[in-house]
């Protein structure tokens, strides 16, 4: 079985072809992140043209590099949600016009389900087993029962942690900076906080009082902007310039962020060993999502794996940000599980499937 993938749902246009044992056969990415850093944020009518001018030459260089055919594949898979709509349409676009002219299968992807089966490429993980999402657009803690079977145990009340660290990093004014300026935030706020003191800033731990497994991230926002702000009276630097005390801002931020998701991912572990939906042989936790590539919240999450008698895995970097990779695996899971294929999109108004997300009551443990 041979799957390609297409992932357009952000900034990123990628695609990929992997085999039912999850060996990545070729692959390519372009992305946008140069582009949006400058403007300050996505602005989604570029990211659909940038999709539109990327699509083609990425699938064909693709298959190329793959050495197969259009005809040689068992199927199409594509995000289609969550994103932005107008990015997600390119590679919709483009993946049915694909499976109409080549006659073959097609199996639309949720964008966060592919990021929690990731892991699955490269470890043998199976069913079920506690995620932790966190990128750019989310923050949750589920446990993975099965492909699209998700029990949802808690989740950012507001902004995601991938969010605040490009906001932060936008507020510091990293992309003045030369050796940041092609990063994401959340890469570059990583980078600038290894020169940083993080005991040179205190913020507040969001929802310490909260008993359950939710997650918040605007207060922290708020509080770094004030501190910023302050700072920049003092220190008498305009606002755009950057601050002596830049990198103790990021190491205190990403140190707040990092202990806000151990401390929450600690009550679900403990939660999911109490009603044994995590065994001592099945006790595993799975890191993913852009995030997941920050090391210094892998390392603060390891302590609490430790500590619970966890094992802690996460995807390769490269696997952790969006990528081609994770949305042909998908497919491949899906096409062997008989899943959500859809062989006829002649005239199709994709309806976009929820992920299946069950609350499992943990408020009141
Ligand atoms: P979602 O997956 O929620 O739809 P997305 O697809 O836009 O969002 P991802 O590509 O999964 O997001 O992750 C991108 C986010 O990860 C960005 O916010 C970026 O700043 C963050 N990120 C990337 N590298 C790192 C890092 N090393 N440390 C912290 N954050 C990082
Ligand atoms: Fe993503």
């Known amino acids: ?3 390609l993938g297409i992932e357009t749902s952000c900034d990123d246009t990628a695609a990929a072809v992997v085999d039912e044992t999850g060996s990545i056969l070729g692959e390519a990415i372009h992305s946008q992140t140069e582009v949006h850093l400058k403007t ?14 990327n699509i083609e030459q990425i699938v064909k260089k693709t298959l190329c590099a793959s050495g197969v055919t259009p005809n040689e594949l068992s199927a199409v898979a594509t995000t289609v949600k969550p994103g932005l709509a107008l990015s997600l349409g390119v590679g919709l676009e483009y993946s049915l016009q694909l499976v109409n002219q080549y006659k073959k299968p097609f199996i639309p992807i949720h ?48 902004m995601a942690p991938g969010d605040l660290l490009d906001k932060v990093a936008r507020r510091l004014s990293l992309i003045k900076h030369p050796a940041y ?13 290894k020169q940083g003191n993080r005991l040179h800033f205190d913020f507040q731990h969001p929802l310490h009082y909260c008993r359950n497994c939710n997650f918040s991230f605007s207060g922290l926002q708020t509080a770094v902007d004030k501190i910023i702000t302050q700072k920049e009276k003092e220190e008498g630097v305009e606002k755009g310039h950057i601050l002596s005390c830049a990198a103790d ?37 799975v890191v993913s999502g852009g995030v997941a590539s920050n090391l210094y919240i892998r390392r603060t999450l390891e302590i609490v ?17 969006d990528n081609g990779i994770m949305i042909a695996w998908n497919g491949v899971e899906r096409l ?12 199709l108004r994709y309806e976009p499937k929820e992920l299946t997300v069950k609350p499992a009551g943990i408020a009141s443990y």
């Open 336 to 347: 062997r599980a008989g899943l959500g294929i859809l062989y006829n999109t002649e005239g």
């Open 305 to 321: 794996t430790r500590a619970t008698n966890c094992v802690l895995l996460c995807p390769p970097v490269k696997l952790c940000t």
């Open 1 to 3: 079985k041979l799957v």
């Open 111 to 158: 964008h966060m389900e592919a990021h929690a089966l990731t892991i699955r490429i490269t470890n043998k993980v199976d069913f079920p087993f506690l995620v932790l999402l966190v990128s750019g657009g989310h923050c949750l803690l589920a446990i993975v029962q099965g492909i699209s079977d998700f029990l949802l145990l808690g989740k950012s009340l507001d």
């Open 181 to 193: 300026s092609t990063m994401s935030g959340g890469k570059a706020i990583e980078h600038l906080a």
């Open 249 to 285: 801002i990021a190491a205190a931020v990403q140190h707040t962020v990092a202990s806000h998701i151990a401390k929450r991912t600690h009550r679900a572990i403990l939660f999911c060993q109490q009603r044994g939906f995590l065994t001592p042989s099945n006790a595993i936790l």
């Open 40 to 53: 300050g944020g996505i602005i989604p009518s570029v990211a659909q043209q940038l999709h539109r001018e």
